[in-house]
């Protein structure tokens, strides 16, 4: 496997492993505890801070603000402030993010199936 750094991936891992750095790449952007159920929240409507930190309630909040600016960075999620006092910070998917959907839905799916089930 190759090296992740803070720029990526090496040139010359993506070149060579094309098919396996598609699977790098996502599992790249989905690492962290808590992405998946916050992509799986935003997947419907645009959500505030309060109302993402309200449903993973075990998240701390610096956890959570890493994973948001994560994402956002990651180009998965948009991050909108609305020129009001106090402060309105509304996130909703990119379309990036939407098209990260099908996974987080086959995920969901899965566990659906198999998740209860003894081993």
């Known amino acids: 496997m190759t090296r992740i750094c803070k720029d990526g991936f090496e040139r010359e891992f993506i070149q060579e492993q094309r098919e396996m750095y598609g699977i790098a790449y996502t599992q790249n952007i989905l690492s962290g505890r808590w992405k998946y159920l916050i992509l799986w929240f935003l997947k419907?409507?645009?959500?505030?801070?309060r109302d993402i930190k309200s449903f993973l309630t075990n998240i701390s909040q610096g956890s959570l603000t890493k994973q948001l600016r994560e994402l956002e960075a990651d180009g998965i999620i948009k991050r909108e402030v609305y020129p009001e006092v106090p402060p309105r910070v509304e996130y909703s998917l990119t379309s990036k993010g939407k098209a990260l959907m099908p996974i987080i839905d086959l995920m969901e799916e899965f566990g659906k199936k198999f998740g209860e089930q003894p081993e």
Do not use: A, G, L, V
Not at 44 to 49: F, G, S
């Open 44 to 49: 419907n409507e645009k959500r505030r801070y």
